[in-house]
Structures are given as C-alpha cells and as structure tokens.
Nanobody
Framework: QVQLVESGGGLVQAGGSLRLSCAAS????????MGWFRQAPGKERDFVAA????????SYADSVKGRFTISRDNAKNTVYLQMNSLKLEDTAVYYC?????????????????WGQGTQVTVSS
C-alpha cells in the first residue's frame, strides 16, 4: 500500500517562503518519479513541478520557474518543494503525487498515487 503524506503548508505573506515535504512509503521510492500539483478553489488541478526517480531531472510549470525548487532525498523517501517569492496566486491546496516510472511527467493521469493535500495560503 503506497502512502504519501504531505506537510509544511500554512499561511505566509507575499514574498515569503515555505517548504513542503512529502513522505512516501510502500514501494521502492527511488524507482519512481514524483510530482507536485496544486488546486485553487474553483479551478482544476495544475502541474507545479516534477522530479525523476534519481533526482537528476526536474520540470517546472512556467508560473513557478525560478521561484520553486523540487528536490528529493531517496534515503529518506521524501520529496520537497521549496517555494520562494510567494505570490497571492500561489494560494492553493498542494498535492504530492507518485509516478508510474522513474521518468517524470507534467500530466496528472501519469501519477497513480496522491497525498491528502496541504493548504498554502499567501496573504497580502
């Protein structure tokens, strides 16, 4: 049984930073890509960032490029999302997702496992 548990969300002022974590269990973590998605109220779930199983390749949505950094620690079975220079429009529930192979994807349908989500609220 694969489980993904996010943590690190909260309330932050615009321009501030947060780091999200996602702890995984139930399969060999390094064999699978991981991704972060987000969903704002009334909107669809959007791709944020993804990382390959080895951690050597990453991909970002244009809206977060240069501000967010995805990383992983395969020894700790954990993936991170460092979010800097946060904007009001970054407010959303952030979901960690586990991929089907070690190659990353920006499409939600390529991910089989999802965490419960963590709320990030950016205030002015």
């Amino acid at each position: 049984q694969v489980q993904l548990v996010e943590s690190g969300g909260g309330l932050v002022q615009a321009g501030g930073s947060l780091r999200l974590s996602c702890a995984a269990s139930g399969r060999t973590f390094s064999n699978y890509a991981m991704g972060w998605f987000r969903q704002a109220p009334g909107k669809e779930r959007d791709f944020v960032a993804a990382i390959s199983g080895s951690g050597g390749s990453t991909s970002y949505a244009d809206s977060v490029k240069g501000r967010f950094t995805i990383s992983r620690d395969n020894a700790k079975n954990t993936v991170y999302l460092q979010m800097n220079s946060l904007k009001l429009e970054d407010t959303a529930v952030y979901y960690c997702a586990g991929g089907r192979s070690r190659w990353y994807s920006g499409a939600a349908y390529d991910y089989d496992y999802w965490g419960q989500g963590t709320q990030v609220t950016v205030s002015s």
